[in-house]
């Protein structure tokens, strides 16, 4: 089975973070279009709080947004174990959208795969 960046034909770049701009959180797509992040990179927890990077998502909800955060990125995973989770959390979770947003909400950081998982 070929990854998403195989489909897309390495017109991407690889990044471990946001890109220099100025992202919001309806960017997802014109970031996809440029940027992947890089499969191995680490995502850490900054330590802030789901309910305050989410303020309007149902805490109740198990397939929406705030699940995504409090499964698929615990444990410090890497990229695509992460995107792997959101997925089986949420059939409508896209490709590195979820690590998008939560970098955006400083919810969580990646680092690069040499970094971190001391």
Known sequence: MKSQVDKLGNLQQPVIGL???DWGQSDYRAFSEKYYFHPHAIIEKTGRDIAECLPNADPENPT???A???KAFNGKP???VANRRAKEISPDAEYDG???I???T???RVVAPT????
């Open 68 to 70: 995504i955060f409090a």
């Open 19 to 21: 890109p220099p701009g």
């Open 98 to 100: 979820d690590i998008f």
């Open 115 to 118: 970094q971190g998982r001391k």
């Open 64 to 66: 929406g947004r705030y």
């Open 106 to 108: 400083r919810y969580i």
């Open 102 to 104: 939560g970098l955006l």
């Open 78 to 80: 890497r990229v695509h």
